[in-house]
């Protein structure tokens, strides 16, 4: 009954409905509208700022807005220390030498260690070549035919050359002391010819005995020109090339031993231009080692006990310094300043400066350091040479001679580039045969900018023996007082390096070094990445107060 009486009521107003159409429909106030809402998407930093606290709503409470205080310090305390982590960081890699420092600081000469092992026994040899000069013409020149002497270079004759350190003692006081050994090992598969090949080369001993009896009185210069005639001693002698190299027996030396005085006579029994090399050095250097300061590492200190020689004009001259040229301190290369080796044949510093870049064994890269022109000439050309002079300014060698007579028992002695290269030339005038050339014939070397020892280069230098002429000595024939007449010239280059070597070589120029890029560019990621997230943090935090 009920429901039929809805029914009814329903009826009614829809015919009301009809009979008015223009009547405006009422919506009741009580009816339910739904209109989608779109979110905003949150970026990173608010996600970021909502974790930190940073936004808050008008809803909270004062306990939930105070927490958020406390959660926004603390984060910006954290960045605060990443940002100094970051900066510090960023400030060590960019602006300090810290991460080489601490690479470096395993070539330090610490006993047990493996720098020190590989500095008393390299794993690398040499090879020793030695290129004679043959005189080609000796018998045209003495009877006045011929107005220059002729040389033919003959060789190379190569040897194996190994050097090591012996008698090492670690003094406890960051200095090692030790002497040098060197073996020597002919090549013949090497070599074209062979080293019994004849050649015809200057009498050096009889030459040294002409030197020293020059300024003697008339006594002594009469009674070497008998005992030059009583052993037939000639100005130039033919000999096997491995008899002149590593010894032979001259009469002229055996006569000395029973004549001259005992602090006058030859130290050796035989004479030979490399019978020192192939043996141990009585010679006793000292390195430090370079703990505590790398800067010095492997600089020498001393010979046989003295700091100093006293052979030289000028104190610097005379001071020992350098290195023996196995390892330098890295911090040199670092600004690319002037190397020094102590030359003990020379009894000097020998300087070496920067020239370029070069690459080795397929992209190594390495500093090529070479002798500078000027380092044998006259004083009036390098002014620094004056303290290397034993005469007045005057009388100094030649431009491209270096006197070391007095490191060679006395013997007349000069050393020059091969083919006299950089020298006067002058020095051409009196010998054909000679062609200077800076390929062949300039000493430098390419040293790793890490590692600071070389792992390529070539040493070259020449021996020439001066005559001179005493008044009343006879056997010179044509020769005059001056003369430098050119013996030989010997090259050590590095042999083969095993690929071990080549490994850690390349590892320490590539892997070293993209670490070093990783941290440099890092640290500074890190630093503006916390500098703008601290930025981003405050100004959202300051606007977020004022409203």
Partial sequence: MAESKETSLNRDEEERMLQNPAKEQIVPTTAYQ???????????LDTLLDLFGSSSSKNEGKA??????????????????????????????????????????????????????????????SYLKVYVFNYTNIDRFMERIDDKLE????????????????????????????REKRVDRYLPEMNEGSDLDPVVVPNIPMLTAMAKVKDRNFIVQLGFNAALQSTRSTVFKTLPVKEFLWGYEDELITLSKSMLP???????????????????????????????????LAKILSLNGESSVDF???????LMGGTDGSQF????????????????????????????????????????????DDVFAHPRVNPDNHCYCHKPIDECPKSGLFNSSICAYGAPIY??????????????????????????HVTYADIHPRLA????????????????????????????????????WLEVIPGEFSDELISLIFHSSFSANAVQIGLRYGTLLLTATFLALLIGVCWHRGKSSKQ
């Fill in 151 to 178: 040389v033919e270079e003959v060789g190379p004759y190569v040897y194996y050359e190994k050097l090591t350190k012996e008698h090492i003692v670690f003094n406890g006081n960051n200095t090692i002391s030790y």
């Fill in 329 to 372: 301190p890295p911090h040199m290369l670092q600004t690319k300043d002037k190397l020094e080796v102590y030359i003990k044949d020379m009894c000097r510093k020998f300087p070496l400066e920067y020239e370029k870049d070069v690459t080795l064994f397929d992209g190594i890269p390495a500093w090529r350091y070479r002798a500078p």
């Fill in 64 to 125: 939930s807005v105070a927490k958020k205080k406390k959660i926004t310090l603390l984060a910006i305390v954290l960045l605060l220390m990443g940002f100094v982590i970051s900066v510090t960081g960023f400030f060590i890699m960019w602006f300090t030498e810290i991460y080489n420092d601490t690479l470096i600081s395993r070539l330090v000469l610490k006993e047990n260690t493996l720098a020190a092992e590989w500095w008393a026994n390299p794993p690398l040899h």
């Fill in 415 to 440: 050393l020059s580039f091969p083919h006299f290269f950089t020298g006067d030339e002058s020095l051409h005038d009196r010998i054909s045969g000679l062609k200077p050339d800076p390929e062949k």
């Fill in 312 to 318: 030289w004009a000028g104190d610097e001259c005379n």
């Fill in 453 to 488: 020892f070389p792992i390529d280069g070539a040493s070259r230098f020449q021996i020439n023996v001066v005559v001179h002429k005493p008044s009343l000595v006879s056997g010179l024939g044509e020769l005059e007082e001056g003369d430098i007449l050119p013996v030989l």
């Fill in 34 to 44: 739904f209109t989608p809402i779109v979110e905003k998407k949150k970026t990173f």
């Fill in 262 to 296: 005992a602090d006058e006579q030859p130290p050796f029994e035989k004479f030979g231009l490399l019978i020192n090399r192939n043996t141990t050095s009585p010679d006793n250097f000292t390195i430090h080692s370079g703990e505590g300061n790398i800067r010095q």
